[in-house]
């Protein structure tokens, strides 16, 4: 539902060349792993990106919730007006259930695991908030959540705060050819995705290649004149 890039501090230029690097090559689903972060190996999953963090510290950011369960009523002032509102009453309303996270460094690498065959990797945790018998939803097959569980406490706690943070969908703004979802303008860029639609750990990495897809398009310049 909601998807950004942060870039680490400082980061004037993000450290991002003008060409637009892009993502490491990935053919098919079989040469990136998008592992699930559950109670059982939250802990150790931590240990790895604590491990990872200051050599790629850019990260793509993904969140899903369990559907749109609420509209809000009355009279708006613009469509993008009653969107938000939609979105705000929702995210206000319901529990996160996965948070998808791709780290890259300023080339656009992701790290690799050594239990995973050396493929790059990257991650999706998993909520245990949300009782599908208690709250609030409208559940579709992308939505689902199943029974297990994840205590999380607190992705990065103890790590420095960004000095850039870019919407994917705000940037798209000062675009007169990219319009759309994720999906259209992944499809618009030719950024292939990796795994299930709707899924954070696959959104997030399809979001962190068409943000350096975007770097090598004339909103470089912008994405610059943003900073601060």
């Given at each position: 539902m909601?998807?950004?890039?942060?870039?680490?501090?400082?980061?004037r230029?993000?450290?991002?060349?003008?060409?637009?690097?892009?993502?490491?090559?990935?053919?098919?689903?079989?040469?990136?792993?998008?592992?699930?972060?559950?109670?059982?190996?939250?802990?150790?999953?931590?240990?790895?990106?604590?491990?990872?963090?200051?050599d790629?510290?850019?990260?793509?950011?993904?969140?899903?919730?369990?559907?749109?369960?609420?509209?809000?009523l009355?009279?708006?002032?613009?469509?993008?007006?009653?969107?938000?509102?939609?979105?705000?009453?929702?995210?206000?309303?319901l529990?996160?259930?996965k948070?998808?996270?791709?780290?890259?460094?300023?080339?656009g690498?992701?790290?690799?695991?050594?239990?995973?065959g050396?493929?790059?990797i990257?991650?999706?945790?998993?909520f245990?908030?949300?009782?599908?018998g208690?709250?609030?939803?409208n559940?579709t097959?992308?939505t689902?959540?199943?029974?297990?569980?994840l205590?999380?406490?607190?992705?990065g706690?103890?790590?420095?705060?960004?000095?850039?943070?870019?919407?994917?969908?705000?940037?798209?703004?000062?675009?007169?050819?990219?319009?759309?979802?994720?999906?259209?303008?992944?499809?618009?860029?030719?950024?292939?995705r990796?795994?299930?639609?709707?899924?954070?750990?696959?959104?997030s990495?399809?979001?962190?290649?068409?943000?350096?897809?975007?770097?090598?398009?004339?909103?470089?310049?912008?994405?610059?004149?943003?900073?601060?």
């Open positions: 909601m998807k950004g890039f942060l870039c680490p501090p400082p980061c230029s993000c450290g991002l060349s003008d060409s637009g690097p892009s993502m490491s090559k990935i053919e098919d689903e079989d040469a990136v792993e998008i592992r699930d972060v559950w109670a059982d190996n939250l802990e150790a999953e931590f240990a790895v990106i604590r491990d990872v963090v200051d790629f510290a850019f990260v793509a950011m993904d969140t899903e919730f369990p559907g749109v369960a609420v509209r809000p009355g009279e708006f002032k613009t469509v993008a007006d009653h969107n938000y509102r939609i979105l705000r009453a929702n995210v206000d309303l529990h996160l259930i948070l998808g996270l791709t780290f890259s460094d300023a080339g690498n992701l790290p690799t695991s050594s239990t995973a050396a493929r790059p990257v991650r999706q945790f998993n245990r908030e949300f009782d599908v208690r709250d609030v939803s559940p097959p992308s689902s959540s199943g029974n297990r569980a205590i999380c406490r607190g992705i706690r103890t790590g420095s705060t960004p000095s850039v943070v870019y919407d994917i969908k705000h940037l798209l703004k000062f675009s007169n050819s990219l319009h759309g979802g994720l999906n259209n303008v992944a499809e618009q860029l030719e950024v292939e990796v795994g299930i639609c709707h899924q954070a750990g696959s959104d990495l399809l979001t962190a290649r068409a943000f350096r897809k975007l770097m090598g398009t004339a909103l470089l310049g912008q994405l610059r004149d943003m900073l601060g």
